[in-house]
């Protein structure tokens, strides 16, 4: 007996108004009209021979050719072993205290960024995005971020910088100088531009683009930022996306979930990293998946959004502060 | 105390770290060329009461401190020949450099069986290459079906051979490939190719060794992680793409997704791998469109990232649990 199946990473997620189809494998979302919600659920607890007796022939025709269509598109196959293909376990685990930090910085000299490195790399942080809110040269970035980052497990650094004189060839160099150094966006630019990108080494890029984000640091959730994989779709499924074993500090020094909320945890000279980031109150949104969240747990794409908003709780119900342009009902953003 | 052994730039024994640094337990890395340097090459004592071992360096570590060692890879280099670099010119110059090797070699084999004696190995010193005949013929013997193998030095036993199926050809031996330096260095890289009647027709009557394998019909490839008497297995839906029919390395974007193998292939890779005295290994099995689950091969030291991560099996995590579970 043959039946249809999805590859276990291929998975469906229905929203209240439509639904999608994430591969996990390719990182692209399909999607996914809810009128075929139904059949689908049928089909896969069905062998396709039992079919023509509950759909009729003709209607068989039908969704054998809108399976096949799944098979064509490698997102589904037909096997006579089904019971051999177990799904995935979603259980979400990694071993650092802190993924990935945000971390303003000024010439103001407000903390000690050093060691804020020595702290992050012993909380096992593997990424972070120093964002300049002013001019620093080619020496100032490598003698006071970048050497920093020499023999830690961070290994991947982005940076932000506002538009100035330093042209991309230097930027390049530097990336050169600590490999750690992948990103380099440029903002309050004239254009919106690729300046460089080679996805050989290390997926290095340079963008710059116009807007300031000294004065609108909310970020703009869209289509094209999703990409689905294993990895962000098994933490998604119990955490938030966007804020879990994250930390930010701002210009000022002041340790938050994330730069744009108002909460502050404390000021980072005063407090140690490992101390703040452990309190339950500061982890507190890191468990708020979307599926908890009034609005995003009806989304389709609630298992790869990566919206950093802050959260509020009204009468036992949460709710994103900055909710996104998208609009489920129509399908449209 | 866990001891790892291994190699620079070695992925997998770095995520590894990562969960032993989680779970908190203590560990000491020695890459294999740390061995061969003096600041934290270990130092071996054999007396009539004990047998004693210690690394040297920094972050010293002594037997009696260590409770489990994962010997994950090896990575060696040529014995540091600086101290004999005036004897460059002499005829006997690589006989000395030969005998430098021989004695780092021995040396570090005298270490391991000490290790080997004290303590849990997860891994296997002396087995990190196996001989895939020898595993081929040991999983024949356990009750695994195997694909018919032919190793020969004659055309006329091969025609014989793909008379009767249709075959592929392999290195022997895990070749990493041979470098040729023409306008530039191009590595060439050794695959699984299936031999064609061409291909048959261009050999000569007599050849150099090569091993020949009837081409199985595939419906899936399958990799199976073992560890400690657990399978934990990957299909690869390798049919789907031209490129990967014969060879599923030769293409990244294959469908891979968990497979639960038949209770008694399991148990049947549990005999193989405790008669072969492996604790962990990548295995490589055919499941044909016949149903037929066919093993190609084992590799002690073979990667598993590609394995743990879109199956979600969290193998580093395993890994290092099993190693703080004798820490």
């Not at chain 1, 139904?38 to 062998?47: A, G, Y």
């Not at chain 2, 492996?278 to 190609?296: A, C, E, I, P």
Request: charged residues 25%; hydrophobic residues 35%; proline residues 4%.
């Amino acid at each position: 007996m043959e039946w249809f199946r999805f590859f276990a990473s291929c998975r469906i997620v229905a929203g209240k108004y439509s639904s999608a189809i994430y591969d996990l494998d390719r990182s692209v979302i399909y999607d996914l009209p809810n009128a075929f919600l139904e059949v689908i659920r049928e089909v896969e607890v069905m062998p396709l021979e039992q079919m023509p007796e509950k759909y009729g022939p003709a209607r068989y025709q039908q969704i054998k050719q809108f399976l096949d269509k799944f098979v064509e598109k490698e997102l589904a196959f037909y096997t006579t072993s089904p019971e051999c293909f177990p799904d995935i376990d979603l259980t979400w685990e990694k071993p650092w205290h802190i993924t990935n930090a945000v971390l303003e910085l000024d010439d103001t000299a407000s903390y000690s960024f050093d060691s804020v490195i020595k702290q992050l790399n012993e909380l096992g942080c593997q990424a972070i995005q120093v964002r300049l809110g002013c001019n620093f040269s080619t020496s100032q970035a490598t003698e006071q971020i970048l050497k920093a980052l020499a023999s830690t497990q961070i290994n991947f650094c982005e940076l932000m910088t506002p538009h100035n004189d330093i042209t991309a060839a230097e930027w390049i160099s530097l990336m050169d100088l600590q490999p750690r150094l992948r990103r380099v966006y440029v903002y309050a630019a004239p254009d919106d531009a690729v300046l460089y990108n080679d996805n050989e080494r290390y997926g290095r890029k340079i963008v710059s683009f116009k807007k300031d984000i000294r004065r609108e640091n909310k970020e703009k959730i869209r289509l094209e930022r999703f990409s689905p994989n294993i990895l962000s779709f098994t933490e998604a499924q119990s955490h938030n996306l966007g804020l879990n074993r994250k930390v930010a500090i701002d210009s000022q020094g002041y340790i938050r979930n994330y730069i744009s909320h108002p909460a502050t945890f404390g000021h980072v000279n005063e407090h140690l990293l490992a101390d703040v980031t452990t309190q339950p109150a500061f982890r507190e949104k890191w468990f708020l998946p979307n599926d908890w969240i009034e609005g995003c747990k009806d989304c389709q794409y609630r298992y790869t959004c990566v919206s950093n908003s802050d959260i509020r709780k009204e009468n036992d119900k949460y709710y994103k502060t900055e909710m996104c342009t998208f609009n489920q009902q129509d399908n449209t953003w | 105390m866990v001891l790892i052994i291994s190699k620079d730039l070695e992925p997998s024994t770095d995520k590894v770290i990562d969960w032993l640094r989680y779970l908190k337990v203590p560990f000491r890395r020695v890459n294999g060329t740390d061995m061969l340097n003096p600041g934290h090459a270990p130092t071996l004592q054999v007396s009539s009461k004990q047998a004693d071992m210690h690394f040297n360096g920094e972050a010293s570590a002594a037997l009696s401190d260590i409770t489990a060692v994962w010997y994950r890879r090896d990575g060696s280099k040529p014995p540091d020949t600086q101290a004999i670099a005036s004897l460059q010119e002499a005829g006997y110059y690589q006989d000395v450099v030969h005998h430098l090797s021989q004695e780092n070699a021995i040396a570090k084999k005298a270490l391991y069986a000490l290790l080997a004696s004290h303590t849990r190995i997860l891994g296997s010193f002396s087995k990190s290459s196996v001989n895939k005949i020898e595993v081929l013929i040991n999983a024949q013997q356990q009750g695994l079906d195997v694909p018919a193998t032919l190793i020969t030095r004659s055309k006329k036993e091969l025609q014989a051979f793909m008379d009767a199926h249709p075959i592929i050809t392999k290195a022997l031996w895990e070749s990493p490939g041979i470098t040729i330096q023409e306008e530039k260095a191009t590595n060439y890289t050794s695959y699984t190719e299936e031999v064609t009647p061409d291909m048959l027709q261009a050999i000569p009557e007599e050849f150099f060794y090569s091993l020949f394998q009837e081409k199985l019909d595939k419906e899936l490839d399958l990799r199976v992680f073992y560890l400690d008497g657990d399978c934990y297995t990957m299909a690869i839906f390798s049919q789907m793409n031209q490129q990967t029919k014969v060879d599923f390395r030769k293409y990244a974007n294959n469908r891979n997704v968990p497979y639960q193998l038949p209770a008694d292939i399991e148990q049947l890779i549990v005999k193989l791998m405790k008669a072969m005295q492996l604790n962990t290994g990548s295995l490589d099995f055919v499941k044909t469109r016949t149903g037929r689950y066919v093993f190609l091969e084992v590799n002690p030291v073979g990667q598993y990232d590609m394995t743990s991560v879109p199956c979600n099996y969290q193998l580093d995590k395993k890994i290092a649990q099993y190693l703080s579970q004798h820490a």
